[in-house]
């Protein structure tokens, strides 16, 4: 069974820093893309980053040069660190796995189960 359990986010003030991780289990983690997602009420899922088998990340434009996804293999652990946080980061963000970057960005077959950030004015 597949579980991506999501853990870090919180209330932070707008400017402060955050960091997301995701354990993920069921998987072969190595071997998996990963990315993170976010979401706010009555919009779409907004695909924030990825990063591939071999490290290669990818970033939406509106937190390029703010945020940093990286992943430790040994911890089956993919982690999102968000700076200079805006109140327009605020959402619930989600950890999803797939084979390929290509996946993950479009139609990842795993989920975690969301953890909320709110950034406060």
């Known amino acids: 069974q597949v579980q991506l359990v999501e853990s870090g986010g919180g209330l932070v003030q707008a400017g402060g820093s955050l960091r997301l991780s995701c354990l993920a289990s069921?998987?072969?983690?190595?071997?998996?893309?990963m990315g993170w997602y976010r979401q706010v009420p009555g919009k779409q899922r907004e695909l924030v980053a990825t990063?591939?088998?071999?490290?290669?990340?990818y970033y939406t434009d509106s937190v390029r040069g703010r945020t940093s996804i990286s992943r430790d293999n040994a911890k089956n652990t993919v982690y999102l660190q968000m700076n200079s946080l805006k109140p327009e980061d605020t959402a619930v963000y989600y950890c999803?796995?797939?084979?390929?970057?290509?996946?993950?960005?479009?139609?990842?077959?795993?989920w975690g189960q969301g953890t909320q950030v709110t950034v406060s004015s």
């Open positions: 069921g998987i072969i983690f190595s071997r998996n893309a």
């Open positions: 990063i591939t088998i071999g490290g290669s990340t």
């Open positions: 999803a796995a797939g084979l390929t970057h290509a996946v993950v960005a479009s139609s990842p077959p795993y």
